[in-house]
């Protein structure tokens, strides 16, 4: 692969597939009693034909940080839908977005950066998730577990720690 091509679609013209299938999922979810994920999961499921739940385990990591070590941002990045890059040209991001904005190379890479020390950098670091706060918790287990069925209230709203 010499070449990369990143586009987004405009401002305003965003509406596709994927909105629709949130549209059906929201009707079905107000007709539906969805307490726990499991039934939430259902509801997904008997929203239309085209939606299907999938259970993913996601590891999030701390690409910001990782990413500011080598790459400076590109100044009104907003403002850009399509971005080219090219191996012949490391290091640099071709720009392009509506008839008003002119096209334009930015260099990415900080000054010091080498392919190599991109290669040699491996992976940003795991971000372990907080979790609920005490006072969220007790919030959800004082506030919330009386709406939810008895069967789920210890998975929804568990007493606080």
């Known amino acids: 692969n010499t070449e990369i091509n990143l586009s987004f679609m405009r401002v305003g013209h965003t509406r596709c597939f994927?909105?629709?299938?949130?549209?059906?999922?929201?009707?079905?979810?107000?007709?539906?009693?969805?307490?726990?994920?499991?039934q939430l999961a259902t509801a997904v499921n008997n929203s239309v034909g085209f939606n299907e739940t999938c259970k993913f385990c996601w590891?999030?990591?701390?690409?910001?940080?990782?990413?500011?070590?080598?790459?400076?941002?590109?100044?009104?990045?907003?403002?850009?839908?399509?971005?080219?890059?090219?191996?012949?040209?490391?290091?640099?991001?071709?720009?392009?977005?509506?008839?008003?904005?002119?096209?334009?190379?930015?260099?990415?890479?900080?000054?010091?950066?080498?392919?190599?020390?991109?290669?040699?950098?491996?992976?940003?670091s795991i971000l372990q998730p907080a979790g609920l706060s005490r006072d969220r918790a007790t919030y959800l287990f004082t506030k919330i577990r009386q709406h939810c069925h008895p069967e789920s209230q210890d998975i929804t709203c568990p007493a606080p720690e």
């Open 18 to 38: 994927v909105d629709g299938g949130f549209g059906f999922l929201r009707q079905q979810y107000r007709k539906s009693d969805v307490d726990p994920v499991a």
């Open 59 to 124: 590891e999030w990591r701390q690409w910001d940080v990782f990413m500011a070590q080598f790459f400076m941002p590109i100044r009104n990045v907003m403002k850009y839908q399509n971005f080219k890059f090219l191996s012949s040209s490391p290091g640099k991001v071709f720009l392009s977005g509506s008839s008003e904005l002119e096209d334009k190379v930015v260099t990415i890479t900080k000054p010091a950066v080498t392919s190599s020390s991109l290669t040699e950098a491996g992976l940003p």
